[in-house]
T-cell receptor, first 113, second 112 residues
Framework: EPEVTQTPSHQVTQMGQEVILRCVPI?????FYWYRQILGQKVEFLVS????????KSEIFDDQFSVERPDGSNFTLKIRSTKLEDSAMYFC???????????FGQGTRLTVV | GESVGLHLPTLSVQEGDNSIINCAYS??????FIWYKQESGKGPQFIID?????DKRQGQRVTVLLNKTVKHLSLQIAATQPGDSAVYFC???????????FGGGTRVLVKP
């Protein structure tokens, strides 16, 4: 069964460093997303991406965040200068059409120290 | 503002009993709802969805009920099994958009 894959599963970084979280969405999906989940809290929307551009973003997704689809398979989230409060699980998701269920990856646990 | 919330943070059920998880939403523009299951250390897993033109939808051992009048969503799990132990989230979306708004989650603990 096709699935969304994310790497790495765990990333530890020092405050102020840049991190890139990587995702391979399901191959025939057209819509891609990043969500995050701070420990013990609910899943929060960060950004949606379609047709090589951001279609919607939340207030969390400030200038420190960027997304890219560098080739036909990868979808990345970059945090330019990490802060302690960026520590969370980051989930990539994809969906085949607008307004349908999103399929989530297993997540990357980001720890900023 | 938009919000999706859950009434019960933890639900303990006996194996074999039915479980009911509730969710309230406040955005009347939402027309698509999803239940996700999240096991420890994993990403949300799609269980079942429902659109606002329906009030009930059934899957394998799961049923989702939607009451648009009171903006309430529920997930019923029949004959709950140990493998059903997880955190369950409701999420809402507008069909014209792709932003899922998640509720706070309910932890279901299945007792043998």
């Amino acid at each position: 069964e096709p699935e969304v894959t994310q790497t790495p599963s765990h990333q530890v970084t020092q405050m102020g460093q840049e991190v890139i979280l990587r995702c391979v969405p399901i191959s025939n999906h057209l819509y891609f997303y990043w969500y995050r989940q701070i420990l013990g809290q609910k899943v929060e929307f960060l950004v949606s991406f379609y047709n090589n551009e951001i279609s919607e973003k939340s207030e969390i997704f400030d200038d420190q965040f960027s997304v890219e689809r560098p080739d036909g398979s990868n979808f990345t989230l970059k945090i330019r200068s990490t802060k302690l409060e960026d520590s969370a699980m980051y989930f990539c998701a994809s969906s085949p059409r607008e307004g349908t269920e999103a399929f989530f990856g297993q997540g990357t646990r980001l720890t900023v120290v | 503002g938009e919000s999706v919330g859950l009434h019960l943070p933890t639900l303990s059920v006996q194996e074999g009993d039915n479980s009911i998880i509730n969710c309230a939403y406040s955005n009347s523009a939402s027309d698509y709802f999803i239940w996700y299951k999240q096991e420890s250390g994993k990403g949300p897993q799609f269980i079942i969805d429902i659109r606002s033109n329906m009030d009930k939808r059934q899957g394998q051992r799961v049923t989702v009920l939607l009451n648009k009048t009171v903006k309430h969503l529920s997930l019923q799990i029949a004959a709950t099994q140990p493998g059903d132990s997880a955190v369950y989230f409701c999420a809402e979306n507008k069909a014209a958009g792709n932003k899922l708004t998640f509720g706070g989650g309910t932890r279901v603990l299945v007792k043998p």
